[in-house]
């Protein structure tokens, strides 16, 4: 069903109403800091404490001098400080060159040629001139950050620097306290995983507050889980989905990602997300326990799944991942066939429609819900599923991936024994495809959980987002491969996100009482 603009409309109203007045606080840099080549560290860089940030205030700086300076914590907001020439005397403006980084790479790395994939744009590096001293300086754009450098490119005679800090922002300020029973590796963990969400929760839920900057659909549905164990800003979830029913393509799809700025605009598609529109509706009204936009967006839920059967023929998904035509996202990993694991995600979403349905009195719509659902069930089971060993294969290659029994656990098609075991199997498989990115990895831990083999997700999450607090992390990382310390989807680790909406969800595990 196409959306009129005049539909459209209402629901961006709807989201605009729902803007969150933006909490502002201030973090100052504690320590200047000084880079260290350590083989041993992850990707080879330490950033060490050489004294108080504060000291700086006293020492003068010339023109071709750098310095480096950390945040207690890493976080979202403009960057401000003072400067001074401390002879009185400033004749000339004062050019710097600025560059804030999540990780030590961005920062210790500043003149490396760029040869990613993605616009270099995306790094946050800025030259200032500075007219007149003394100044307080504020600069007008928004980064997000644990490390700052600054190179001074030309300054009059000498100048000093100090409260350098950032004006930080965001929907929420504080950081909701661990359960109290949870030992202290596992509040580290948490910590990090509700910090990471804080700093994405602006006046939407954004993906990566350095990059993409953007609402995404799949990141969107793990951010509520968060959200519902810890901050309860259902509202904010309430304005996310308004935006993407707000923004559709021009068949009625929803995209798989929304510009917010300079007005809410459509991104690209991403096919399995648009699957998961029905998901993140029915969880967000039975979480929320508010119905009424569940009533408001059911046709757009239920547009998004019958625009979504085209793909199928008897029953089974036979669309092909392109990337430009037809992108079917899964996980960051092109060798992935992704039959299994988007046949799931459709029942996934027809499920998730059934549900809502019944709940909001639309019986005829819930029966055939669950009725597709069924049959898409047995297909998966008939078609996919080897008989010998219990594994679901994918595509014509019968390729064996963790995905593939992931979503099958997802969807229900395979019971929680059967999945256990699919699980395990498959995990013992020489060449097995495993989640690339931590999207697929919370997925993983997801189905352990429904599989209920609770001791096997609480190892796999000590040693998935612990390696990141071990390999310093305090924000979860967009891309993690705990082998591959310069994997980047991007070809360059500069353009990796260290604070990213889909690596965040531990602290749903760890709040909902499973331990
Ligand atoms: C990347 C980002 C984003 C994700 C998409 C599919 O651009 O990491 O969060 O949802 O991929």
Redesign the pocket.
């Known amino acids: 069903m196409k959306m009129s603009h005049s539909q459209c409309r209402v629901f961006l109203d709807k989201a605009r109403a729902l803007t969150p007045q933006l909490k502002q606080w201030e973090v100052p840099a504690d320590f200047e800091v000084a880079p260290v080549h350590d083989p041993r560290v992850w990707q080879d860089y330490r950033l060490d404490a050489v004294g108080p940030a504060s000291a700086l205030a006293e020492r003068d700086l010339g023109t071709g001098e750098s310095f480096l300076v950390r945040l207690p914590e890493t976080v979202v907001g403009q960057l401000a400080f003072s400067l001074i020439s401390p002879g009185g005397y400033a004749d000339s403006p004062s050019r710097l060159r600025i560059t804030l980084g999540e990780l030590p790479q961005e920062v210790v790395f500043p003149d490396k040629p760029y040869r990613g994939t993605l616009n270099g744009s995306w790094l946050q590096t800025e030259i200032v001139n500075i007219d007149d001293l003394p100044a307080e300086v504020v600069l007008p754009r928004r980064y997000s950050c644990r490390y700052i450098r600054f190179d001074l490119l030309g300054v009059p005679q000498k100048v000093r620097f100090s409260d350098i800090r950032i004006l930080a922002r965001g929907a929420e300020a504080e950081l909701p306290p661990p359960p109290a029973e949870l030992p202290e590796e596992l509040r580290a963990i948490d910590r990090a995983s509700v910090r990471t969400l804080r700093n994405c929760m602006q006046t939407c839920f954004e ?2 507050p350095k990059r ?1 900057r953007r609402l ?1 659909l ?2 969107l549905r793990l951010q509520a889980m968060v959200n519902k164990v810890s901050y309860r800003r259902f509202d904010l979830v309430a304005r996310s989905l308004y935006l993407l029913a707000g923004c559709p393509r021009p068949d009625g799809e929803v995209c ?2 929304v510009m917010e700025h300079p007005a809410p605009r459509p991104g690209c598609h ?1 096919h399995d997300f648009a699957m998961l529109f029905p998901v993140t509706l029915e969880e967000h009204c039975r979480w929320s326990g508010d119905y009424a936009i569940g009533e408001e967006l059911f046709s757009v839920a239920e547009t998004q799944l019958a625009l979504m059967e085209r793909f199928f023929r008897n029953d089974i998904f036979v669309g092909i991942n392109d990337p430009y035509l037809n992108w079917f ?1 899964v996980d960051h990993d092109l060798d992935l066939d992704r039959q299994v694991a988007v046949h799931c995600i459709m029942v996934c979403g027809w499920n998730a429609l059934a549900t809502l349905a019944r709940k909001l009195g639309r019986t005829a719509v819930a029966d055939a819900a669950a009725a597709r659902s069924a049959v898409l069930t047995a297909a998966a089971r008939k078609r996919f599923v080897n008989a010998r060993t219990g594994v679901a294969e994918s595509g014509p290659d019968r390729q064996i991936s963790m995905a593939s029994q992931i979503w099958m656990v997802q969807s229900g098609a395979f019971s929680p024994e059967e999945g256990r075991r699919a699980l395990t199997v498959a995990e013992r498989t020489p060449g097995v495809l495993r989640p690339s990115s931590p ?1 697929m990895f919370h997925y993983l831990l997801d189905s352990w959980r429904k599989c209920g083999d609770e001791d096997r997700m609480l190892e796999l999450l000590k040693e998935y987002y612990g390696g990141m607090i071990r390999n310093g992390a305090d924000t979860f990382w ?1 891309v993690y491969r705990p082998n591959e310390p310069f994997f980047s989807p991007y070809r360059d680790v500069r353009m990796n ?1 260290a604070c ?3 690596s965040g969800t531990a602290a749903y595990f760890l709040r909902k009482g499973y331990l």
Do not use: K, M, R, T
Request: hydrophobic share 30%.
């Open positions: 993906d990566g993409d995404w799949g990141d798989g990602c991403a996202f999207y967009e996100s990213h909406a889909w």
